[in-house]
C-alpha cells in the first residue's frame, strides 16, 4: 500500500485549496487514524455515541501538527465520505484547539468542487451554526474519559489556517 504522505502532497494552500484524506466520515463514533509508519487507516477506539464526528475528519498529507501528528482537517461536505477518499478543499478558516495540553489545530475547509455550496462557504461567517456544533463537540468529546483535557482556544480566517498549514508543511520537511 502507497503511503499518502509519499504520493500526494498538501496542495496549493496559498492559492486556499488543500489535499486532504478522510480518516472518519461525519456521523461515525470510530476514531480512525492514519497509521503513517504502516501506511495503514487504524481503528484507534470506539467513541460513545453522543460522541459522533459532526464533520467529516481527515488530514493533509505532508503536514505535522505540533503534536506530532499530520494536520487534521474538518471538513463540511453535504455528504458523510468514507475513509481513505482524499479531495480537494478550500481552505475556509482555522479552529485552535489544544487537547492534552498539545496543540492540536484544525483546517475547516469545503469540497473544492461543490457546486451546490462550494461558492456560498468562503468563511467560518457562511457557517455559524456549524462553528458552535464544532466547537461543542471538540470541547465535550472526552469528558467522559478526561474532563477538560480539550479546548478550542480560538477560531482564525482562511489567512490564519494558511499560515498554520505552512508551519506544519515546514515541520514535515524537518
Not at 467522559?144 to 505552512?166: F, N, Q, R
Request: hydrophobic residues 35%.
Amino acid at each position: 500500500m502507497a503511503d499518502f504522505n509519499q504520493v500526494l502532497d498538501p496542495g496549493d494552500y496559498q492559492n486556499g485549496v488543500v489535499n486532504t484524506v478522510v480518516e472518519i466520515p461525519e456521523g461515525s463514533r470510530l476514531k480512525v487514524e492514519w497509521d503513517r509508519q504502516r501506511a495503514a487507516f487504524m481503528l484507534d477506539r470506539v467513541e460513545p455515541r453522543i460522541f459522533a464526528k459532526p464533520t467529516n475528519y481527515g488530514f493533509i498529507p505532508q503536514t505535522l501538527d505540533e503534536d506530532g501528528d499530520e494536520l487534521d482537517t474538518l471538513i463540511i461536505c453535504p455528504e458523510p465520505l468514507a475513509t481513505g477518499v482524499w479531495l480537494e478543499a478550500k481552505i475556509i478558516g482555522v479552529m485552535h484547539f489544544v487537547d492534552d495540553g498539545e496543540v492540536d489545530d484544525k483546517i475547516v475547509v469545503v469540497p473544492a468542487d461543490n457546486r451546490d455550496d462550494a461558492d456560498a462557504i468562503n468563511s467560518l461567517d457562511d457557517i455559524q451554526q456549524y462553528v458552535k456544533q464544532i466547537e461543542h463537540h471538540f470541547t465535550h468529546y472526552k469528558d467522559l474519559k478526561k474532563p477538560g483535557s480539550t479546548k478550542v482556544t480560538g477560531w482564525g480566517d482562511v489567512e490564519d489556517a494558511k499560515k498554520v498549514i505552512a508551519e506544519s508543511i515546514e515541520r514535515y520537511k524537518k
